[in-house]
């Protein structure tokens, strides 16, 4: 691994000041960050340790929940609040990782995990997310992973994260501070589509810090589930995810949310499908018609066509769940 140097500032100021250096990289749990570096991928000269800025909170705001940027995924997941009001995103957070990693993974360092795709983590192949200009090596090569939505001819990676699927379906703000003070970004617009810059994974700047994330309150915690497809139970990235949460007055949808992982570079929210089961009712058809408006502009490569018939499978399930039809 390459030398380092480590730093620990113990105000917001002094971090933003550090990391609008080049070559510095900010480090919190380091449960991917150290990964990268291990494997020659992200080779930073300087770490900024943001450990000692008060940023662990878990509150109560007007009209939601305020999840502070270093709160850890399993204090969020078992957070009374979070599993009263927003059951999709424990369920989301419990799956995503083994309790080892849900101890030391930060809500901040899941937003900002990057993706797993063997190209992009083997120096001695092309990817653009590493090398730009390089070429994506996934687009002829093993791509039984990757996108089915989304993509460029630049990048079919996908994003990893469970939580970040349950935060963009549950409509969460990302407040972001910087030089000049903060500013809020919609959840569903923080991460990014590759294009033709698969090396940018969002819409953060270099010199800015991910303080928090808000969820409003909504009418889903009844009907809500998180469905994760992977090819084994134990710790393992999701090939097809569904984030669904249905609100429900005598059997008729009046509002539904859903996103998925596993099949785009960033959480993919289902906006069609979510306007396609308004007003209809819950039950195993209207469910089937948003799982085929979902599936509408899907791509598959050659390893990686099952997803085409699992997805909307995905779907459908995940909705039967949220019903309580299961």
């Known amino acids: 691994m390459k030398q380092f140097q480590y730093i620990r ?15 510095t990289k900010i480090i919190a749990g380091g449960s991917n960050l150290v990964d990268l570096m ?9 770490l900024v340790d943001i450990n000692k800025l008060p940023l662990r909170n878990v509150s109560t705001v007007k009209n939601g929940v305020h999840i502070g940027s270093l709160a850890l995924n399993s204090q ?10 927003f059951p999709l995103l424990s369920q989301a957070l419990n799956a995503g990782a083994s309790a080892q990693l849900r101890n030391m993974a930060t809500v901040g360092g899941n937003m900002m995990q990057r993706t797993r795709c063997p190209y992009f983590y083997d120096v001695a192949l ?29 990048c079919i990676a996908v994003h990893p994260s469970d939580m970040a699927v349950a935060m963009a379906a549950l409509d969460a703000t990302v407040i972001i501070a910087g030089k000049k003070g903060e500013r809020r970004l919609p959840f569903v617009d923080f991460h990014r589509l590759p294009g033709n810059t698969p090396q940018l994974d969002n819409n953060l700047a270099k010199d800015e810090l991910i303080v928090a994330v808000e969820i409003p309150e909504n009418n889903y915690a009844a009907h ?3 469905l994760k497809i992977r090819d084994r139970a134990s ?17 008729t949808i009046r509002s539904a949310r859903l996103a998925m992982g596993g099949v785009a570079h960033k959480p993919w929210r289902l906006t069609a499908a979510e306007k396609a089961l308004v007003g209809k009712p819950a039950n ?12 509408q502009g899907a791509k598959a490569f050659k390893d990686n066509a099952f997803k085409l018939k699992l997805a909307p499978a995905a779907i459908i399930e995940a909705l039967t769940h949220a019903a309580g039809l299961a």
């Open 284 to 295: 195993a058809a209207s469910f089937e018609q948003a799982a085929q408006v979902a599936m």
């Open 224 to 226: 809500s589930h998180y």
């Open 9 to 23: 500032p113990i105000t917001q100021q002094s971090v933003l000041a550090a990391i609008a250096q080049p070559g």
């Open 38 to 46: 291990k494997h020659g991928v992200m080779t930073p000269d300087k």
């Open 235 to 251: 710790y393992a990235f999701a090939l097809v995810s569904v984030a669904a949460a249905l609100d429900i007055d005598n059997g």
């Open 126 to 154: 092309p990817c653009n997310k590493r090398n730009p200009g390089s070429g994506c090596g996934a687009l002829e090569g093993f791509n039984r992973m990757h996108a089915i939505f989304g993509m460029s001819e630049q």
């Open 76 to 85: 969020v997941a078992e957070d009374k609040q979070v599993v009263a009001k």
